[in-house]
């Protein structure tokens, strides 16, 4: 049986009502890597996550809108595009329920920000105007990525997947960003500005994120490593 990888969905509100939405390229990505993606609508009950965690080996945290300040401790201070609460809780619960429970992680974008703020640290709630001498990290015209260099930095569990420290072209979608990390995380990839690409945690190589969107290149070698690299690690799990 393949590794089955849970791939967490996108949560919009359209009038009264919830809407659940996956953009395919995570599933894809996944399937190619040799796992089965499965999905779960968004209930950050306890017994949800327990019970998805009983039926998962692995999990990815996906991209998505972006989430409200007060989960790290903070105001409203730039323009923003908040998503529902629920998502938020969701996404959180189902993080630290797979921590617990020893599965591996790849986190993404959205992903890599829940991973920093479960564990205690805060965002740039808008790059252009709160971080000086930001590069362009999304196209302001349109829902596309735009591509930018990535340092990888040696010694970390990033560099072991890709084969060591390395520059690499990344696909960027994305106007938020970590800034204080959070205790028990370190660095593992930074773009030409200084600002956080990849964060990992120190005493666990089962836990990945990376702020650029892999699966919007799903030829390249990089994205293919780091799917592959969840995929086996979820085999073992």
């Excluded at 919830?18 to 009950?45: C, K, T, W």
């Excluded at 998505?64 to 409203?76: K, L, N, T, V």
């Excluded at 120190?202 to 290149?217: K, L, N, R, S, T």
């Amino acid at each position: 049986m393949r590794p089955r990888i849970a791939v967490t969905l996108e949560l919009n509100l359209k009038g009264n009502r919830r809407i659940n939405y996956l953009d395919l390229a995570y599933a894809e990505a996944v399937e190619m890597a040799g796992g089965q993606a499965l999905h779960f609508p968004s209930l950050p009950s306890s017994e949800t996550i327990s019970e998805i965690l009983s039926i998962v080996d692995g999990l990815v945290l996906t991209g998505g809108a972006d989430i409200h300040p007060s989960f790290y401790g903070q105001e409203i201070q730039a323009s923003v595009r908040i998503g529902p609460a629920e998502r938020t809780e969701f996404d959180l619960a189902l993080f630290h329920g797979a921590r617990r429970a020893g599965k591996p992680i790849l986190a993404i974008c959205h992903g890599m920000q829940i991973m920093n703020v479960a564990l205690g640290g805060t965002l740039y709630q808008d790059l252009p105007t709160q971080y000086a001498g930001a590069l362009a990290h999304r196209d302001p015209s349109a829902c596309r990525p735009i591509f930018h260099r990535v340092k990888v930095a040696p010694g970390t569990h990033l560099a072991k997947i890709l084969g060591g420290e390395m520059e690499i072209e990344v696909p960027s979608i994305h106007h938020q960003a970590v800034k204080d990390l959070a205790p028990g995380l370190r660095v593992s990839a930074r773009s030409p500005d200084g600002l956080i690409e990849g964060i990992e945690l120190f005493d666990d190589p089962q836990v990945i994120a990376v702020q650029w969107h892999p699966e919007e290149d799903p030829q390249s070698w990089v994205t293919q490593r780091l799917f592959r690299a969840l995929v086996e690690r979820a085999s073992r799990s």
